[in-house]
Structure formats: structure tokens, C-alpha cells
């Protein structure tokens, strides 16, 4: 018996977190989750899988593209034509409602909202029993496992579940603990939800897929499916890379001595000694910037650099396999240039400005678009601003003490 | 801190310069370019170091070679110190004495000291310039009153600067009611997209509604063809119904129903037969009636008549006959006899050529001397005829040898051979030439001696021949007397056979044919025997015969006997069998009679029995004669087979169809419901074909909306954008949080001053304004000042010249409150330029008081301030001295 489970294709959803990229680049990153997930189909033919589970998040019901839907269907029915069952199970983001949905595949057996279980008999006549539900809503508040039925007289015994670990007080994605699961005897759990792919317990198998194909920068690593394959009563697992680009970091010092051209130079040189087999998308993360020239560092702040670099990218991107998508400077340690006699001035202004709720006073009327409002209402953000904003005043009072000096007469 | 002397070796354009700051309170006067500000310089380069090479300007390095650097004496905390910088590393070489204490201390000493200050502090809390007061008056209102408002921080003028500079860089990148900003712009950009998203999201309802409308349009269709199907059938079967009506029509009114019983096929069949055997035995009694009367006239013949008359005796002779011609059998057949062995008697007579009646068969021991005598002559021939040939052959060997021996002797030369040589020499030599008339000549030589010496050669042989000739002749003799004696036993032998020929009576045969002949002799006595006795039977068998005719001489001209026996037995004969024929034809006609009439007996009562059993078929169907069955009969098929006709025509037809007939009434009926099921028909089609057009819309549709990846690449742009509008927010909200957190600090610091500040600063603007104003109130919002009559004004409201007013006493009043704290010299850079006499004077007045807790060194240009200053105060930097 042989299967895959993978789960949170997220078809529809695109790449977060990149601009300005040269058209072709952003053709192939625009195709990457399509062609990852053919991948992923194609490998199951070519492996002869039993079937493949389906945990969630197929596509984002919000979203709606007619494309994706239809590249889903023609890629099921691919499996469908090469007799490889398919269970699907919807979450939270593609959650059951009938409408507004296309119909997936004859042959694609899709759970239900209730736990049901559904057996199948492999070519090698393995018993198996699948059990699993979708999500009839975008929140699923409660705890589902009690709903999973004991062990049946299958061979293997598996349970589809897309959701997440307990925590705290807010769970809206059908919340579990892990001892819930191992507690059921199955064979293995297949999960979706958390686009990571993790292990959170070995045995029995309790694993997270991730998803095929990472879309921004937290979704960083290698993204594939699990291919699962029986050695008599047990089960291996195979993490098998699908992802067509990876989002990675690039972390580089600069000093004294640091120029445009030097930084750049210094960037290629990492990324051609890289040699990743799947095209990166890398954050450029800058240490050491106290030492930069205010020119320099007021250049990192204002992107201008970044745009010489892009215009280095283009021509190197596709041999490198690589682009650099965004250049983070690091805060520095030392602090702030400003008089002691005002320094708890300063820090009790900065603990009073540097807040969520200032944040979101000061974006104004920029508030009304909804992303904004979410990327600022990120405790990161904050955080990311109050780090972006000494190093502003670092650059700035440099600057103004060359000019002072250079002006003084 | 109170600076005392200040002494320089060379910094910018003094050198060598000595200046005594000892006063509280020091006016230095000098006109442009006098180095108003390059003395301040000194004085915080002397402090906190010179300025780094990288900073070229602002470290005066000094034009005439003095050395870089000075002096400076200082009283802080009651002590004195001397400081000594000149020119070196890390802001200069620095000497520090206490001079109270006499104790050298170092750089780092001096650090100390002055904490927490460094240049900019200095600068920002104990400087002032021109050009900081004027910015202030530049102010419009309410960036006058923020200015005082964060009076109370540290470097607040800079600060303020920095965030006007930062607001300025966040309005280029953002104005919540900009236009043309990036971030506006993207914005804009994003809403357009957005709305193109929402359009283009439609899509999938659309393919939802589709697909909907592609599921209706196929089960239209499915549905259409079906009633197309159902149409056509419905049409082929009326097009089918009225090409059946008239056939119909037709059979529906002639289908009448019989009353009577119609006749069956197996009454038909019988009646047919009877009436058929009916007429067959009237014609067969017909044929019988006339056949009895044929029969009838048979009679007998006249001969036959004087048969029966004479039956008996006629009976009684006819028994004879039969042996009567056997007898004349064996008569012709001794006839034949007779003629025969007379033939074979003549022919043997001719065979010898005379009669052999008197020759006698020779016994056997005569046959035997015959033959021997005949074997010895024979014998004796033979010999003979070998002793002649014996003889001849010697006779010819010695001819032989005779004409040798004579051909021998007479030739001498061969006179063929010479002469053949010469012909050959003269043609040689006449008719050839060269070596052919040499070699002609020799072979004619050759030819030529051979003739010449011929019998030379032959010679020798004569001798030989002579004694052969002698012997032979001899031979010849010898032989020539055998043959004597056998001819002489010869004449012996044939006298012998001629003496028993006579004795036989055969001289007249020859010899050789005695023995022959002696078969033939034997068979011609026999046959002569023969002869005689077949001739004596004849006569007997003549005789019998005669007899019996003459028996039969009384029927002589019934039976006209006459001519040869022979004859008269056939006529006898031919009589009797024709009487015995016809007294059995007579027999047989009489029986025939009688057969004839049981037959016509039997017919008769056939007949009768057949007619009854018609007549009463016939009765069970009420009819008279056969003629009327046959039409009745003729008539019940005809039906029969409208019957049948009906039956496959109703076969033919339906449930439905027989229906549809029935209702339709005429086949006007049904051609018209075909044109309304033909139209209907048309209209299908037309919706079919409608509908197929549709559908091949809606698929090109579906899968125009489903491999198109306009809202995939929209959904993509709308992220690159948000991540765009993000990073750019971020870049603008940094800058809107900086200013914030800048304002913010210097509020908070104002605010932690206001007391002191607002104590101090209410006694400088009493001053400055002439005692009108006698209060300063802070609040979160502005700034207000309370008049003398207790009026309180919103610093908005002032005038600009006591805003103004308000601010310089505010500024100092902040200067003097951190002088408290850290004392140290007050530097006014010409600060007042722009104040009339009266502020001018007020404000020197102000500083005079300030300087009753710090130092204060006073930079002016305009020397009418110095009437403001007692002389021990003033130092003009042009003369270079005090005045």
C-alpha cells in the first residue's frame, strides 16, 4: 500500500510580499503552485499510489478562481484516470457550503461535515480505513476528535484532520492536542492547516504536509507532500520536495569599507555559491550597520540601493536562482544619538508612540484597506517600525551632523 | 562654569589673541567677518575638541602657520583650571591643570568634567545664533507655538528641524489627501484593481451560472431530441397511415359480413369431386352403351359357318396335320439331302477330272509299298542331283586354273599401264609447269615401268597350276561315272511305281496324288450309298402325304385346295388357324359383352350414389345445382380474402395507428395533422439546432473563463501591490512615528521643564514686554499668557512681536534652567538683530539678569549695543582689545 498526503494547496492564493519583479520571474513564481501540484500528481502516477488524502485548503473559497478550480479538477481527474483514489477534505479555507464551488471529479470521494469513515481496498488488498470531515464554515471551534470513530477491522487505519494544536483560549480551526490523536490508535494522521511541514509525533504518525508550495517569507524551507508506503504492518514516510521556489534569507555584515558596489558583489557572490536546485526568493538581512557611511545607510533606508541592485538582478536571476526580494537592515545595538539628560524622555516617548494603537492612528485613513490594517495591526510591525525608526534617526542625526559640521561658519 | 581668559595660538583668522571673559556678563563687538562665530568655535573646540579632518570647516585650521589651538582658563565648581589644546589626535592634544588643587589632569578629566555635555549639547542648550532666533520669527503661528511648546527639550530647534524635514520626506511619499504621492498613487492604483479584481471575480459566478445554464441547455437539448425523435416517428407514421388510407377506406366499406355460412374448403373440395365423378360416369356409361352395341353385331364367317358343319371331321383331320408336316419336313429335308450329296458326288468328279465310281480305295499294306516305293525314288534323286553339283564344281576350279595358265603364257608386257605412264608424262610436260611438271613427269615414268616389267613378276606361279589341272581331271571322271549308275536305279524305281499304278487302275492320276486321292475315294462311295437310300424315303414319305390330302378334298372349295402338297398343307393350315382365331374372337366378344353390361350396371349405381351424395351437399347450403355452388363458392372467397386483406392491413397496423384512423376520419384529416406534426417538427429542429449553437457558446465559454489567467495574474498583482503599498507604508509610517516619537520626547521633556522654565521665563517676558504680561500657562493643546488687566490670551492671538517676545523669553528661560543644573557659559551669536532698540535693550537687560547665575558672552555686530554694556564689558574684536 502506497499513498500521499499533502494538503493546503492553496491554488488560488498568490505569492505575498513581492514587487517589481522582472515579468518572466514573476510568470514562473505565478506558475509555481500550479506546477507544483502537477508535480505532486504526476510523482503519484508515476509511484502507482493506492491514493492520495487531500487535507484542506484546497483553494480559497474567498477567492474564487475559476483557474484554479479548473487546474484542480483536471489534475483529480488525472489521478481519477490513473484508478488513484482521492479523499478530500475541506478546511477552513475551502470549507463545504455546496455553492459557490466547483464540483470536483466523479471519483473524488469528499468527506462530509460529520466524521465518517471511508474504506477502500488497495490493489494489494490492504484493508484501509480513512476517516475524516470538512469544514462546514470558516471557524470550527470545536474539538473533533471525539468524533473519530475507535479502530475497525482495516489493515491501516487513518484520520484526516485539518487544524491546530490548542492554544490558549481562541482556537477556531478544529483544535486537538497531540495525546488526543496518538490516544485513537491509527496508523497515521494526516494533517493540514499549518503550512509548515512538521512532525508532532512519531508514533503513531501525527504530521503536517505543510503546504505544496510556501507563498511568503514565513512559509520559508522546503514545502512538498508526505508519500507513506506500508513495510507490512508498518509505515515510512517520505518528505518529497514539490516546491517550484523557495523562500530563503541571506544574512550579510557590512562595515566602514561597505560601498553600493561592494554590497552588491558581495550579495551575487552568496547567491552563486548557493547552488539550490529550486529557484530562492531571499531576504536580504544587512548586520553591522552602524559602521555604514550615513550616505550608505540612508541609501538601504530609501531603497535606493535595492534598485541597483534590481537592475544587477535582472540580468543575473536566472543563472543565479535566485532573487533577492527584500533587503532587511538589522537594528543596531547602540543606541540612539540623543542627550542623556532627555534620554528617559525619549524611551518613555518611544514606549508611548511605538504602539499598536499609535501605529494604527497614525495610518489614518490608510487603515481602510484591509491588508494594511492587518500588516499593521501585527505586533511584528510595530516592532519592525520602532527598529526601522532608530535606524532613520541613527542615519538621520549622522547626516545632520556631517552637514552641520560641513555648514558651520 | 565661568570662563576667564581665553588665549589663542591660532585658530581660523586669530592668532596670538587674548581676550578677557572674566565679567559675568561680556559684550564682544565686531563687525562682519570680525570672527564672531569663529570665537565661538574656539570656545567649544577648546572644550570638546576640534573638529576631525572630516569635517574641514569647521576646524578653522589657522591661515598664517601659528600654532593650531590656545588656551583657556575657567573657574568650575570653586576651582580653577587652565586647558591647553593644540593640534593632535582625537580632537587635539589636550593639558589640563587644576590650578586651585595644582594637579595636572587628563583628556579624559576634562570629559568628566563638562558631563553630561558634549559640542552638540553645548551647542544646542547654550548657543545662540542668529539664524536660530530668525528661523523662529519665519514661523507661522502654530509652528511658533509647537516651537514653544517643546521649548523645554534639549536641541528642540533641531529636532523640530528634523521632523519638519521628516514630515516634508513623508509628504513626498504620503498625504492622506495627496494626489500624486507614490503611496496615493498606489492606492489608487490598488482601488483600480481592486475593482477589476471584483469584476473579474465575477467570473466564476458567471462560470458558475455557466455551467448551470450549460447542464440546462444539454437537458433542453436531450429533451428536444427526444421529441425530435418522437416527431419523426409520429410523422413516418402518418405519412405511412395515409398512404395505408385508401386501402383502408376501401376495405372498411366493402368488408360486409355474409349471412349465410359460408362454404368451406374441404365442402368445396367434395362437392368439386362429386360433381366432377358425376360427369366422369355419365360419360363413362355413354362410352359403355355404345361400346355393347359394337359388341353386339359381332357374327361368324362362312367359313367358319361350314366349320361348325363340319366340325368333327375337320377336328379329327386337323389332329393329323401336325404329323402330316413333319412327314413333309423330313421330305424337304431328304431333298436337301439328295442335292447335297449329289453336289459333293460332282464336285469330287471334277476335283479328278473323271468319275471315280470305278476306282477302288487302296488296302493299307498297298499304301505301304506305294510309300516305300516313293521314298526310295526320291532318294535316289537327291543323290543324284549332289553327285552332278559335285561334279560341275570341279569342272569350273579346272576351268579356272585353265584360263590362268593361259592369261599367264600369252601376255608379255602390260600395254594399259605404258601407256597410261606416258599420257601422264606428256600432259606433264605440256599441260603443267615448275615442280608439278617435275612430279607429273615421275608418276608417268612410274606407271610406264610398272606396265614394262609386269609378267615379270607373275612368272614364277605356272608350275603350281599345271599339277592342280591334272589332279582335278581325274575328279571329273570319277564323277562322271556315279552318275551312271544313279540315273540307271532311277529308270528302275519309276518303272516300278508305273507297274502299280496299273495295277490300281490310277495311270489316268499321277503318281504323287495316289495317296492322296484314297480320303476322297472313301467318302465318294459313301456318299453314293447315301444317295440311293434318301431317294427310296422319298418315295414313301411322297406317298403318305397324297393320302392324307385326299382326305381333305370334301372342304376343297371352302379351303380352294389346289397346286403343290406343300401348298395345299398351308392352305389347310392358314384354314384351320384362322378358324381356331375366330371362334376365339367370337368367344372373346361374347365375353366382353358380358362384362361390358355388369360394368354399365355398376356405373349405373355409381352414378346414383355420387349424384345423391352432391345433390345433398348441395341441399345443406340451399342450392340447386353445382353451377350455383360454384358461384357461391367463388363469392365466399372473394370475401375470404377481403377478410385477409383486412387481417394484413390490421396486422399493419397499431394500437395507436388504428387509433388515429379511426379519429382522423378523412385522409385530409391525417395529411393535415402531418403538416402540424411537419412544422412542429421544423420548429424542433430549429430549436435544437438553437440550442446546439448555445451549447457550443457556453463550452467555449467555460473553457475561455476557465484556462484564462487574467484573475489568477490580478490576484497576483493585487499581492505585488499590497506588498508594495505595505513596504511603502511602512517607509512613511516610519517617518510619521519617528516625528512622533521626536515630538513626542521634546513634549515630555517641555513638559518635566515647564515648571521651572515657565517661573523664570514669566519674570524675562514681564521684562521683555515691559511689564504688560504677567503669566505664561501651559496646557496640552497651546500655549496662553495671562495680560496685566488679567486678560488671557491664546499665544495665536498675539501679535507676532510678542510671540516672538514670548519665545526668546522662553528659550532663555530654558537655558537658565539647565544652567542650574549644569552651569556653563551662555553664547548669543547676535541673536536680536532683528529686535527694535527697545526689545534689543530689554533683552540685553534680561541677559544681565541671566548672567547673575551663568556666565554670559554676548557676540554683536551692531555697535549701538554697545551703549547697552558698561566698557569693563565690552571687547571689540576688531581693535582687538576692550574699549
Known amino acids: 500500500m502506497k499513498f500521499i498526503h499533502a494538503a493546503d494547496l492553496h491554488l488560488d492564493s498568490p505569492f505575498e510580499g513581492l514587487q517589481r519583479l522582472p515579468k518572466a520571474l514573476w510568470q514562473q513564481i505565478h506558475q509555481a503552485p500550479f506546477n507544483a501540484t502537477k508535480k505532486m500528481i504526476t510523482d503519484a502516477i508515476e509511484q502507482k499510489v493506492d491514493f492520495v488524502l487531500l487535507v484542506g485548503d484546497l483553494f480559497d473559497r474567498e477567492t474564487q478562481s475559476v483557474q484554479a478550480q479548473v487546474f484542480l479538477n483536471e489534475q483529480l481527474q488525472r489521478l481519477c484516470d490513473a484508478d488513484i483514489a482521492v479523499f478530500v477534505s475541506f478546511g477552513n479555507h475551502d470549507y463545504l457550503t455546496g455553492d459557490q464551488q466547483l464540483a470536483l471529479p466523479e471519483g473524488v470521494s469528499v468527506f462530509g461535515s460529520e466524521v465518517t469513515t471511508k474504506q477502500l481496498t488497495t490493489a494489494d488488498h490492504t484493508q484501509v480505513a480513512i476517516n475524516g470531515f470538512s469544514y462546514a464554515d470558516r471557524w470550527l471551534a470545536e474539538d473533533v476528535i471525539p468524533q473519530f470513530p475507535k479502530c475497525g477491522t482495516a489493515d491501516f487505519q487513518i484520520g484526516m484532520l485539518h487544524g491546530a494544536v490548542k492554544q490558549g483560549d481562541n482556537n477556531h480551526y478544529a483544535p486537538f492536542t497531540v495525546s488526543e490523536l496518538t490516544g485513537i490508535h491509527y496508523d497515521y494522521w494526516a494533517l493540514g492547516h499549518i503550512h509548515k511541514p512538521s512532525v508532532l509525533a512519531e508514533q503513531p504518525p501525527v504530521i503536517y504536509a505543510g503546504t505544496i508550495q510556501g507563498r511568503h517569507k514565513l512559509e520559508a524551507g522546503q514545502h512538498g507532500y508526505q508519500l507513506v508506503s506500508s513495510r507490512g504492518q508498518r509505515l515510512t514516510r517520505q518528505f518529497v520536495p514539490a516546491d517550484q521556489v523557495r523562500w530563503s534569507s541571506l544574512t550579510l555584515t557590512v562595515d566602514e569599507d561597505t560601498t553600493d558596489a561592494s554590497l552588491i558583489d558581495a550579495v551575487q557572490t552568496a547567491l552563486t555559491q548557493r547552488q539550490s536546485t529550486v529557484f530562492e526568493l531571499i531576504e536580504l538581512r544587512l548586520n553591522g550597520i552602524e559602521k555604514l557611511s550615513a550616505s550608505m545607510l540612508s541609501r538601504l533606508n530609501d531603497r535606493t540601493w535595492l534598485e541597483r541592485l534590481d537592475q544587477t538582478q535582472k540580468k543575473t536571476y536566472s543563472k543565479a536562482q535566485a532573487w533577492i526580494y527584500e533587503v532587511n537592515v538589522q537594528p543596531t545595538d547602540q543606541p540612539v544619538q540623543y542627550a542623556q539628560l532627555d534620554a528617559a524622555y525619549w524611551q518613555r516617548a518611544q514606549a508611548k508612540v511605538f504602539t499598536p494603537d499609535n501605529v494604527e492612528l497614525t495610518a489614518g485613513k490608510l487603515m481602510q484597506y484591509p491588508f494594511i490594517a492587518d500588516h499593521l495591526r501585527d505586533p511584528k510591525t510595530t516592532a519592525n517600525l520602532t527598529d526601522r525608526a532608530k535606524n532613520e534617526l541613527l542615519a538621520q542625526s549622522r547626516l545632520e551632523e556631517e552637514n552641520d559640521a560641513d555648514q558651520n561658519d | ?883
Open chain 2, 1 to 883: 562654569m565661568q570662563i576667564k581668559t581665553i588665549k589663542i595660538y591660532g585658530f581660523g583668522k586669530f592668532h596670538d589673541t587674548t581676550i578677557d571673559l572674566s565679567n559675568r556678563f561680556s559684550l564682544l563687538y565686531g563687525e562682519n567677518e570680525a570672527g564672531k562665530s569663529t570665537l565661538v568655535a574656539f570656545i567649544t573646540s577648546m572644550l570638546f575638541g576640534f573638529a576631525t579632518a572630516k569635517h574641514r570647516y569647521a576646524m578653522y585650521q589657522p591661515k598664517q602657520g601659528s600654532q593650531y589651538g590656545g588656551e583657556l582658563t575657567f573657574s568650575h565648581a570653586q576651582n580653577d583650571y587652565w586647558l591647553k589644546r593644540v593640534d593632535g589626535t582625537h580632537g587635539g592634544a589636550v593639558t589640563l591643570r587644576n590650578l586651585t588643587t595644582d594637579t595636572a589632569l587628563s583628556k579624559d578629566d576634562l570629559t568628566q568634567l563638562l558631563q553630561p555635555l558634549n559640542q552638540e549639547l553645548f551647542h544646542q542648550i547654550f548657543c545662540f545664533g542668529e539664524r536660530e532666533l530668525q528661523a523662529v520669527f519665519d514661523l507661522n503661528r502654530f509652528d511658533l507655538v509647537k516651537r514653544i511648546q517643546r521649548i523645554g527639550a534639549i536641541g528642540s530647534e533641531n529636532w523640530i528641524g528634523l521632523t519638519q524635514e521628516l514630515t516634508a520626506s513623508a509628504g513626498e511619499l504620503y498625504k492622506p489627501r495627496g494626489r500624486v504621492q507614490p503611496l496615493v498613487r498606489l492606492l489608487k492604483q490598488y482601488d483600480e484593481l481592486s475593482e477589476k479584481l471584483d469584476i473579474a471575480k465575477l467570473q466564476f459566478q458567471q462560470y458558475q451560472t455557466l455551467q448551470t445554464d450549460a447542464v440546462e441547455t444539454t437537458q433542453e437539448l436531450t429533451a428536444v431530441q427526444q421529441q425530435l425523435a418522437n416527431l419523426t416517428d409520429q410523422l413516418n407514421q402518418y405519412q405511412r397511415l395515409i398512404k395505408l388510407y385508401p386501402q383502408y377506406q376501401q376495405l372498411k366499406t366493402e368488408a360486409s359480413t355474409s349471412e349465410t355460412t359460408p362454404i368451406t374448403t374441404k365442402d368445396w373440395q367434395e362437392a368439386t369431386r362429386l360433381s366432377t365423378a358425376v360427369k366422369q360416369l355419365k360419360r363413362d356409361l355413354t362410352t359403355q352403351e355404345q361400346a355393347i352395341k359394337q359388341q353386339q353385331q359381332h357374327v361368324a364367317s362362312e367359313a367358319q359357318q361350314f366349320y361348325n358343319a363340319h366340325q368333327q371331321q375337320i377336328d379329327q383331320l386337323a389332329g393329323q396335320i401336325s404329323a402330316v408336316k413333319q412327314l413333309q419336313q423330313r421330305q424337304q429335308q431328304n431333298e436337301t439331302q439328295l442335292v447335297n450329296v449329289k453336289q459333293e458326288l460332282e464336285k469330287l468328279n471334277q476335283h479328278y477330272g473323271m468319275s471315280l465310281t470305278n476306282l477302288k480305295v487302296l488296302i493299307p499294306s498297298e499304301q505301304q509299298q506305294i510309300k516305300a516305293l516313293f521314298e526310295q525314288q526320291q532318294h535316289l534323286s537327291i543323290e543324284r542331283d549332289s553327285r552332278a553339283d559335285q561334279r560341275q564344281e570341279h569342272q569350273k576350279t579346272f576351268e579356272k586354273l585353265r584360263q590362268q595358265a593361259d592369261a599367264d603364257t600369252s601376255s608379255g608386257m602390260a600395254p594399259k599401264w605404258l601407256i597410261a605412264g606416258v599420257g601422264i608424262v606428256l600432259v606433264a610436260l605440256f599441260a603443267l609447269s615448275g615442280l608439278l611438271r617435275t612430279a607429273g613427269g615421275m608418276i608417268g615414268m612410274l606407271v610406264a615401268g610398272y606396265g614394262i616389267f609386269k609378267p615379270i613378276i607373275s612368272g614364277n606361279q605356272q608350275s603350281a597350276i599345271d599339277s592342280q589341272m591334272a589332279l582335278l581331271s581325274s575328279q571329273l571322271d570319277q564323277d562322271r561315272q556315279q552318275l551312271a549308275d544313279l540315273d540307271q536305279q532311277l529308270i528302275d524305281a519309276d518303272a516300278e511305281v508305273t507297274k502299280f499304278g496299273a495295277q490300281h487302275r490310277l495311270q489316268g492320276f499321277a503318281p504323287e496324288r495316289w495317296l492322296d486321292l484314297q480320303g476322297d475315294l472313301s467318302l465318294y462311295q459313301a456318299a453314293s450309298t447315301q444317295q440311293i437310300q434318301l431317294q427310296e424315303q422319298q418315295n414313301q414319305l411322297s406317298q403318305k402325304i397324297r393320302t392324307y390330302l385326299a382326305q381333305w378334298q370334301f372342304a376343297g372349295d371352302v379351303i380352294s385346295l389346289g397346286g403343290s402338297t406343300e401348298h395345299q398343307l398351308q392352305q389347310i393350315s392358314q384354314f384351320l388357324s384362322e378358324r381356331q382365331d375366330e371362334s376365339q374372337r367370337l368367344h372373346w366378344a361374347n365375353e366382353a359383352l358380358t362384362t361390358s353390361t355388369q360394368r354399365q350396371t355398376a356405373l349405373q349405381q355409381q352414378y346414383q350414389l355420387q349424384q345423391g351424395a352432391l345433390t345433398q351437399l348441395l341441399s345443406q347450403y340451399h342450392l340447386a345445382s353445382f353451377a350455383e355452388f360454384e358461384q357461391r363458392y367463388q363469392q365466399d372467397q372473394t370475401t375470404a380474402q377481403q377478410n385477409q386483406r383486412l387481417g394484413v392491413l390490421n396486422a399493419q397496423l397499431t394500437q395507436t395507428d388504428r387509433q388515429i384512423l379511426a379519429d382522423s376520419g378523412s385522409q385530409e384529416a391525417l395529411e393535415k395533422t402531418s403538416q402540424q406534426l411537419q412544422a412542429q417538427q421544423l420548429a424542433k429542429k430549429q430549436r435544437q439546432s438553437e440550442l446546439l449553437k448555445q451549447s457550443s457558446q457556453q463550452q467555449y465559454q467555460l473553457q475561455h473563463l476557465a484556462s484564462s489567467d487574467k484573475y489568477q495574474n490580478l490576484l497576483q498583482q493585487q499581492a505585488d501591490l499590497q506588498a508594495e503599498i505595505t513596504a511603502l507604508t511602512d517607509d512613511w509610517l516610519t517617518k510619521k512615528l519617528l516625528i512622533n516619537w521626536i515630538d513626542q520626547t521634546l513634549i515630555n521633556a517641555s513638559q518635566g521643564r515647564q515648571p521651572q522654565i515657565i517661573k523664570v521665563a514669566e519674570q524675562f517676558f514681564n521684562e521683555l514686554t515691559g511689564n504688560r504680561y504677567r503669566q505664561i500657562i501651559f496646557t496640552d493643546q497651546t500655549v496662553q499668557v495671562v495680560r496685566k488687566d488679567g486678560l488671557t490670551f491664546d499665544v495665536g492671538e498675539l501679535s507676532s512681536g510678542t510671540a516672538e517676545q514670548l519665545y526668546v523669553a522662553l528659550r532663555f528661560a530654558f537655558t537658565k534652567v539647565m544652567a542650574d543644573v549644569i552651569a556653563m557659559p551662555i553664547i548669543v551669536d547676535d541673536a536680536f538683530v532683528n529686535f527694535d532698540r527697545q526689545r534689543t535693550q530689554a533683552a540685553v537687560k534680561m541677559l544681565k539678569g541671566l548672567a547673575q547665575t551663568s556666565q554670559v558672552i554676548y557676540l554683536t555686530a551692531n555697535h549701538d549695543n554697545l551703549t547697552l554694556a558698561d566698557e569693563d564689558e565690552v571687547y571689540d574684536l576688531d581693535a582687538g582689545k576692550s574699549v
